[in-house]
């Protein structure tokens, strides 16, 4: 494991969720994205870890950018797409067009394997480069694409893909 990947110490349960521990998760997501959005500058890498690990869960896929100002605050984590268990479809023109739109100078590229395996496909790895290329050319930085798994997220940055 790399110091780019966080592993949480409690493993998957067995038994599904009761409907009170779900309430729970629910209000305890709550108040720490009414925390993060008091707290918006994406400091550091652990905050950034911090973040995607909260927010950009689910059974389905999905398809986040965090877009960022000069100073890596977050502008708007934009859930752009939505999909299926083992795939979400992702225009690059409307990833860099909602950029433009808000201002941004930087922007992080997120999305979830609901299998709980954060390894990139190519398909992952290929759509990134398709963006990082467009990012070029409007000024725009690309941080970095992160793959949320159970437990672990990956950087392609950091895996070198980007």
Known sequence: MTRH???FALEPQSAPLSA???VVIYEARQILLRHLNQNPVLSSWQAVLDYCALTIRGEVERFHVFYLDRKNRLISDECLSTGTVD???VYPREVLKR???LNATALI????HPSGDPEP???DITMTKEIQKGCKVL???LHDHIIVGIGQEV???ARGEI
Do not use: D, W
């Open 109 to 112: 590229l997120v999305h979830n």
């Open 121 to 123: 496909s190519r398909a």
């Open 5 to 7: 990947q966080k592993t």
């Open 155 to 157: 950087s392609l940055r």
């Open 20 to 22: 009170e521990e779900q």
């Open 87 to 89: 795939h979400v479809p």
């Open 139 to 141: 000024g725009l930085t």
């Open 99 to 101: 950029g433009l739109g």
